[in-house]
């Protein structure tokens, strides 16, 4: 495990709000993808920041479902596990207590943002 950190990003024709969220991500972290099909150029935005792009349709228009499948794609590789809504950001404050976190931790846990 080379990053300790992964942000899940279910996303789904949102180039308006994407690149501002991919850039509060630090660097030291890790981002995955999934898309539902989009038509804009969401998936262009998102390979500038990430190898980790899975398109897969969504079967209900909950985006529940696209975060559960991403789950079991991560699990048990990393500490924190983040889900982030493709308009949402993170904050310096909320990276430092993350980081924080880690460097007293030596436990597995999964944070849901």
């Not at 850039?23 to 989009?38: A, M, N, R």
């Not at 998936?43 to 899975?54: E, L, Q, R, S, V």
């Not at 404050?93 to 436990?107: A, G, H, P």
């Amino acid at each position: 495990m080379d990053r300790e950190i992964i942000v899940i990003i279910p996303t789904l024709n949102n180039e308006f709000h994407l690149e501002r969220t991919l850039k509060s991500i630090p660097e030291d972290f890790e981002i995955l993808i999934i898309d539902s099909g989009s038509a804009d150029q969401t998936p262009a935005i998102a390979k500038k920041y990430t190898d980790n792009f899975i398109v897969r349709e969504m079967i209900s228009w909950d985006a529940g479902d696209q975060r559960n499948y991403a789950f079991n794609y991560v699990k048990n590789h990393y500490k924190v596990i983040m889900f982030l809504d493709s308009d949402e950001f993170l904050t310096d404050q909320l990276i430092q207590e993350l980081r924080s976190l880690l460097s007293n931790s030596s436990l597995f846990f999964n944070i849901l943002v």
